[in-house]
């Protein structure tokens, strides 16, 4: 069984930091591992699994997004620029407060369910075929949603405080620098 949280309750979960303390490092392994994703993959999962998306720490600095799941479910995965996290591995924790665009925050704020190992495997594994055979720089480029380049258009809200730059395929690079 997953394990929930509610921020909203009055005692919240034991590992969330304090707005006093600021971010904390924690054990993962414990309450859940991370799963380290570059941003713009990131970005193309969260378009993908929509609302079963659990929490996410974002890292400005780093370009980092880390999704927490379940302890000991991704110890097998083998998938490029992705690294999972778990026993004698600490995640610098932002505070439940810390403000959408700090250089340390929750893209998607800890409230429910961790996020599903599986799904996210699944979506993470399109993304990045998607980043090799095609490339992309935005989430419409990994859905194929790119019949007409819309380079110049307006960035777009894709909610939890992200926003995807304009589609500008097939004329750029992909994630890795490949034509």
């Known amino acids: 069984m997953t394990p929930t949280f509610d921020l909203t309750a009055s005692i919240p979960p034991e590992w969330i930091p304090s707005g006093m303390n600021g971010p904390l490092a924690l054990p993962c392994g414990r309450w859940w591992d991370a799963v380290q994703v570059p941003c ?4 193309s999962a969260f378009v993908l699994l929509g609302r079963i998306v659990g929490p996410v720490v974002d890292d400005q600095r780093e370009g980092l997004h880390w999704w927490l799941i379940p302890p000991g479910t991704a110890s097998g995965w083998n998938l490029p620029h992705v690294e999972v996290l778990g026993d004698s591995r600490e995640l610098l924790v932002p505070p439940a407060n810390a403000r959408p665009g700090a250089l340390l925050w929750w893209a998607s704020p800890p409230g429910g369910r961790l996020t599903d190992p599986g ?61």
């Not at 713009?40 to 970005?43: A, D, V």
């Not at 799904?119 to 992309?136: M, P, S």
């Not at 990994?142 to 304009?166: I, K, N, Q, T």
């Open 40 to 43: 713009l993959e990131s970005i």
């Open 119 to 179: 799904f996210l495997h699944a979506a993470l594994v399109t993304v990045i075929k998607e980043a090799h055979t095609g490339g992309y720089r935005s989430p419409d480029c990994a859905l194929s949603r790119h019949a007409m380049c819309r380079h110049g258009a307006a960035p777009r809200d894709l909610g939890y405080g992200v926003r995807a730059e304009a589609c500008n395929c097939p004329c750029h690079t992909s994630a890795w620098g490949a034509r």
